[in-house]
């Protein structure tokens, strides 16, 4: 599905010196597979999304998606981001009809299926709200409708969750898990929180700081659908996130 | 705010205008000076000017001339404040000529102006052009670098081409502020058209006004002066609810942030 070969990134400074932010990343992602990128901040984890999303260029190596280079964004590939970038002159109807439209769907069969994601994500009601009218969740969960819409093979999911507040958090990441039970996407989901990483995961990808490099991967062997009450008190569960928080803190190897 | 003053929300504005105006009555009568007539000498001539066909003819031929002046701006303006704040090429062509012309007085350049256009309507609209473009080139500029670059890849990732993004997406984004550049270039539209007529006199406001003053008629140009300034506030009024209409949807341009919301 996703086939990432050789990838690094460098960027020149202010100083113009160059810095790289990542260095000969290999990944490859199966069709349905919900794999996180774990890392400390400034390791590069966002970079990479951006790199898969054809929003930025690699400095080298290549991203496949389906056999095919990826050489700009495009439908197939649909972004979340922490920042929500909902179109705030857009209610939230509005948003989440965008990129149908975009597409060539007829406004009526459009405005239909907005109306049924607005329902999944539990916000039926809000349609004709202004995204500046809504809290930080709800804009999150009218960016997750707006991507769904289109209807995206892969999620692209930068840390989606990292500006809300902690009770917000842990409720969208339950709804997360739900809507992806339904058709089990691709994601490629960068977090900073083990805990995150290790409930909504099938693999959790650890990077190195700077330049981000790929420490351990992680299988997460839990069964799904998962409830987060049941695997708070699950042993296997509680192992998993203690052994990935050391891996973090362990000293880096040299290259 | 309490309920109380919001329903009184004219009331200072006007408390205001009345200040002036008897600021300016005692002024006359302290001093006496025949270039500065009593506040309700200079008023008592509005219903005659308003009711003066050819004072009117002169005011809506400024007003013309304004808008031809001020509409034009803006099709040239905002397109190439928009294309600044998104292209560094661009932006680094236009910034150093902009950086030249934006402190020049606009009506320092008429006379060159009419030595290649003539006295007429081409170097007053020209000047009024002028004007009005710096301000809403900057603003739309600012406008357009402060879009969101993650709003721009959810549009990309929809499959929308650049040319596209730029009039649906960066267009929208920056209205805001593209208004507070354009509302600037309203009063410089009101600014310059005055001041392009004292260089050239042959109609408008600015003649009828710069015409008395030459012939002492001091009553009629502070009548002038009045009427003036209540189009300014028109205007601004005017557009101040169009903006209202438009961008509804926006968080206050200049918000202050306390807090998280």
Redesign the interface.
Known sequence: MIAIEGLSKSFETARRSSHTALADISLNVAAGEFVSILGPSGCGKSTLL?IV???VPPTEGTVAVNGKPVT????D???V?Q?F??????TVLGNVM??LL??GMARSKAEERARALIGLVHLKGYEHF???EL??GMKQRV?IA??LA?G?SILLMDEPFGALDAHTRTGLQNELLDIWERDRKTVLFVTHSVEEAVFLSDRVVVLTRSPGRIKQTVAIGLSRPRRRAQLLVDRRYQTLVVDIERLMDAPEEAP | MTPRLTSTAGLPPLLACLGLLALWELAARVFQISGLPPAHEALRQLPALLADREALFNIADSVRRMAIGFGLALLLAVPVGLLMGRSRLIAAFFNPLLMIIYPVPKAALMPIIMLWLGVGDASKTLVIFLGVSLPVIYHSYQGARAVEEKMLWSAAAMGMRPLQRLVRIVLPAALPEVFVGIRTGLVLALITMVTSEMIARQAGVGNILFNSLDMALYDTVYAMIVIIGGLGFILDLLFERLRAWLVAWAEPVHQIAVGTS
């Open positions: 951006y999303g054809g929003f700009g964004p495009g439908p590939r649909g972004p981001f920042e970038a909902l179109f705030p002159w857009k965008y990129g975009e597409r202004y995204p500046k809290s930080g960016a707006r991507t289109y995206p």
